[in-house]
Each structure stands twice: as structure tokens, then as C-alpha cells.
């Protein structure tokens, strides 16, 4: 098969900007999974780093039109180092700053590869950054500090905010993400490479439509490659994303980093935001309890080279599917075979561990977080666990 490769010198560095063609698949390397419910909503919004030039180490995220009475239930730092040394040891690139404070990432990926650059391998980080963007989270962020050097790339960095509002819709987020202390857990896809990855849902709401969103941290996407990507949910047909990985963010469009050292001036970071409602707008989309992300080149030939290094799906629920999500979180952390001394004692814990669960569903309003707790704690109170 004939490869085609353009090489692109950047100081020292040199770049392989087209892939090198390979029949390989990546399939569910995302094996952390972080469940939230809010009444609420999410928001991201990212900036390249490398490509901005040697001469600019910051990039600059703004983030807008969260409610100004929400709060911020999680918000969340992610970027991506290519580096020339082992990953699984390499401290590259996972101290930044954010407006100046201090951020210490943890590996949530690693991989002794890289997505078509000479650089051998790669390391995704992720920083829980929520005491740091205050209430409710709008406003602009500087990052700074991320490796910039020709040993050193750094992609991008993407802030996440997950917000909770008294008024707000009743909504389940997943997070995705590699474990990164598992060796060579990072996805990277090169051309002609399968992507497929499973995300599971506790469940969409049962009655109406459902309301789904995607938000896509991704490294390394160049513009006019072709990813073949579609979104493949409960409803017939998928979601047609392709080229969409094509590294823009929010305040930057595709091909405008005017220093990057690739032409056209790549920016080799994205932030996508994609409304997949229509995957569930049909019978099975109510009650949904799982979709899918594929980059499939049996749909069209994939040229892209591409590293994920975070995928969050947000679902509209109901309080039916949130209870009994708590009921189980709280019987995990309270087993009724537990030797617990009466009665009272076993509903301390369930009291604490629904309020726990519950956290992000704010009190007053609109949002039915007191009829969830109660759904949650009262059959356990009628229960005998705990009595002689």
C-alpha cells in the first residue's frame, strides 16, 4: 500500500503530518468512567499551545453563559504532552498554571506511541481545577506553563465545567476517560485505524424527548483529514461527525495558528461540542442505556491521526433512573450484610451516602432532589437492617 508523508522541520523537530497506514483497532481504551447527576448543564471551551508559537507559552480559554445562579459542581483541566521519553515515568508537561495558580495533572493516559509525529510517545493529564474558577465558572482563564520545545509538544489544554442550578434540568454526565496507571491505556488512531468506544448510560428519561450532547477532548486533529467518525446511538442510522476533528476550539478556528509547523497553520486541538439528541429522538431512545463513538474506515478511508484523550456524554434523566442509581451507590457503601449495631447506625450511613451521591442537585426550585433523597432513603429506613 503506498504511504504518503509530508515532513515538516520545527526547530529541531520533525514532524510526520500524514499518517502512515496500518490495520489496527482501538476499542473501549477508555475504561474510567465518572457518573455525576445535576440539575444543570455542562460547558467547555480549550486553546492550542505548541501551535501558538514558542514565542506565546499561554493560551487563553473564555467561558460563558452558565446560569449566574449555578454553581460549580466539577470543573476539570485536560491536555496532552508528545514526548521523547517513558511515559510511564515522564513528568513532562504535568505541572501547569492556571491564572497563575499551580495545577498538578495526573496521568489519565499513556502510550509509546504517537499520532504521526516523531515523537515517541504520549501522555494525557487531567487536573481537578473547581476551587479555581469560583461561581458559577464564566469568565476568561489563562494557561501557562505547558512544555513548548522541539522534545516537547504540547497539543492543548481544555477546561470542562459541570454546573448545578435550583432551576435546572435533571441530567446525567459520564465522563471518559483512560485509567492512567495502566500502561499504554491512552487511544491513539492513525490512518486506516478502527476507533470505537462504548459509553454506557444509567438511562435517559423514560417519557419526552431526550435532550444528549457530546463533548469531545481530542489531540492532534488536522483540518480537511477525514476521521470517518459517526455517533451511534439507540435510534436507526448514526450521527455523521466526520471532519469535524479538524483542530479548532471555541475561540480558534481551523488552520489559524499563525506560528504552527505545519502548513496550513495546524492547531492540533479540539473542543467539539456536538447535539446528538437526534439519536434518540424514537421509541428506544427513551430509557437509552448506552451509545457509541467510531471512527470506522470501512465507512470512508481515514487519513487523520488522532489522540483522545477524554470523551463526556450528558443525557436528560428522570428521577426513576437517579434513585435507582442512588439505591445502589448507597447499598454499595452501606451493605445491609454489614455487622452494623442497630438500626440507627445503618441509617447514618445511607443519610450520608445519599447525600453524597446527591450533591449536585441543589435544593429549592425546580430540581427534584428532595423527592430523590427521599425515594432513596426511605425504603431503607422501613427496612430491618441493623435491627436485632
Not at 448543564?41 to 493560551?59: D, E, V
Not at 498538578?104 to 515517541?120: A, E, H, N, R, Y
Request: charged content about 15%; proline content about 7%; glycine content about 10%.
Amino acid at each position: 500500500m503506498k504511504r504518503i508523508i509530508e515532513l515538516v522541520t520545527f526547530g529541531s523537530l520533525l514532524l510526520i503530518c500524514s499518517p502512515l497506514f496500518a490495520q489496527d483497532a482501538v476499542i473501549n481504551k477508555m475504561d474510567s468512567r465518572t457518573l455525576r447527576f445535576v440539575c444543570g448543564g455542562m460547558i467547555q471551551a480549550g486553546t492550542p499551545i505548541t501551535a501558538l508559537g514558542a514565542a506565546n507559552t499561554n493560551g487563553t480559554i473564555t467561558i460563558s453563559g452558565i446560569p449566574a445562579t449555578a454553581t460549580v459542581d466539577r470543573a476539570d483541566l485536560f491536555w496532552t504532552v508528545v514526548i521523547d521519553s517513558n511515559p510511564e515515568t515522564s513528568v513532562t508537561g504535568q505541572e501547569i498554571s492556571l491564572n497563575g495558580q499551580p495545577v498538578v495533572g495526573f496521568k489519565i493516559g499513556t502510550l509509546t506511541s504517537s499520532p504521526c509525529m516523531p515523537l515517541d510517545d504520549t501522555v494525557s493529564y487531567r487536573a481537578t481545577v473547581t476551587g479555581l474558577v469560583g461561581n458559577p465558572g464564566n469568565g476568561i482563564y489563562t494557561v501557562s506553563g505547558p512544555p513548548i520545545d522541539p522534545e516537547n509538544f504540547t497539543e492543548g489544554v481544555t477546561l470542562q465545567i459541570l454546573w448545578s442550578d435550583p432551576n435546572g434540568p435533571l441530567m446525567e454526565d459520564n465522563l471518559y476517560h483512560a485509567i492512567g496507571s495502566v500502561p499504554g491505556s491512552l487511544a491513539v488512531t492513525h490512518a486506516v485505524e478502527l476507533f470505537s468506544q462504548d459509553l454506557a448510560i444509567s438511562g435517559t428519561n423514560a417519557v419526552g424527548p431526550v435532550a444528549a450532547t457530546l463533548y469531545e477532548v481530542i489531540g492532534n486533529g488536522h483540518a480537511d483529514a477525514v476521521e470517518a467518525l459517526r455517533f451511534d446511538g439507540p435510534c436507526a442510522g448514526t450521527i455523521n461527525l466526520d471532519n469535524s476533528l479538524d483542530g479548532s476550539t471555541v475561540a480558534r478556528a481551523a488552520a489559524t495558528c499563525p506560528d504552527s509547523p505545519v502548513d496550513p497553520p495546524q492547531c492540533f486541538w479540539d473542543d467539539d461540542v456536538h447535539n446528538v439528541s437526534a439519536q434518540f429522538a424514537c421509541a428506544a431512545g427513551n430509557g437509552a442505556t448506552s451509545a457509541r463513538l467510531i471512527s470506522n474506515p470501512a465507512d470512508a478511508p481515514t487519513t487523520d491521526c488522532i489522540d483522545w484523550p477524554a470523551l463526556n456524554l450528558l443525557t436528560s434523566t428522570d428521577e426513576a433512573v437517579v434513585c435507582t442509581a442512588g439505591g445502589t451507590y448507597v447499598d454499595n457503601h452501606c451493605p445491609a450484610t454489614a455487622p452494623w449495631r442497630n438500626h440507627g447506625q445503618y441509617m447514618v450511613c445511607v443519610t450520608h451516602a445519599a447525600v453524597r451521591f446527591l450533591s449536585g442537585l441543589p435544593h429549592g426550585g425546580t430540581c427534584p432532589r428532595d423527592e430523590i433523597q427521599s425515594c432513596i432513603v426511605n425504603p431503607r429506613a422501613k427496612s430491618d437492617v441493623g435491627k436485632k
